[in-house]
């Protein structure tokens, strides 16, 4: 099963990423197993020079694993292929009822705009057909539907409505989970 996915898509600075902290807190207390994928600039980095992993990669591995007990991570250089699209990570991710992607603009699933006026950016939409919303901290009308940045409980419902998760799988069960579990949090199973 691949998880359903949701986007969050705007300019830099725009506070998709602080918008993200607040929506995991309210879709996990729901008991939904949500993972995220964050596009980043080309030249990121998550190891440290000098690791052992970094060292790895550095001698020219294309491919590090580190595994512990609590977590592990799986590196992999493209040595010059394309990056993959989001189809291709989403198959790593077929452990989680909903997956929060961060970037991909031009990803084919259901996007929620972040715009704001200070940023100094046009709005997305309507050129992005894709995107089915916006947050903002201004009072704007559009044709679909627009959040208030800092109500996050109310755009988590709308996700959750539009994507189908009201019926979700939890755990290898099944929670409904209605819009007063997303104000609160919580979800009966």
Known sequence: ????????????????????????????????????VKQARSDFDVDQPGKDSWRHRD?????????????????SELDGDPEPDIESHMEH????????VEGFKRARIPTIEVWR???????LHPADPGIIAIATD??????????DLDAPTT???FIVGR???GR??????????????????????
């Open 1 to 36: 099963m691949i998880a359903k996915a949701i986007g969050i898509s705007g300019p830099s600075g725009s506070g998709k990423t602080t918008l993200i902290q607040k929506l995991l807190p309210i879709f996990t207390g729901l008991g939904l197993r949500v993972g995220t």
């Open 117 to 123: 006026a200070a940023v100094g950016r046009p709005i």
């Open 168 to 189: 979700a799988a939890v755990h290898g069960r099944y929670a409904a989970i209605e819009a007063a579990d997303v104000q609160s949090g919580t979800a009966r199973a």
């Open 59 to 75: 001698a020219g591995a294309v491919k590090v694993l580190v595994s512990s007990s609590r977590r592990w991570v799986l590196m």
């Open 93 to 100: 991710f077929a452990d989680c009822d909903l997956v929060v």
């Open 138 to 147: 201004q009072k704007i009308y559009a044709p679909l539907p627009v959040f």
């Open 163 to 165: 994507l189908g998760l």
């Open 155 to 157: 755009l988590a419902s």
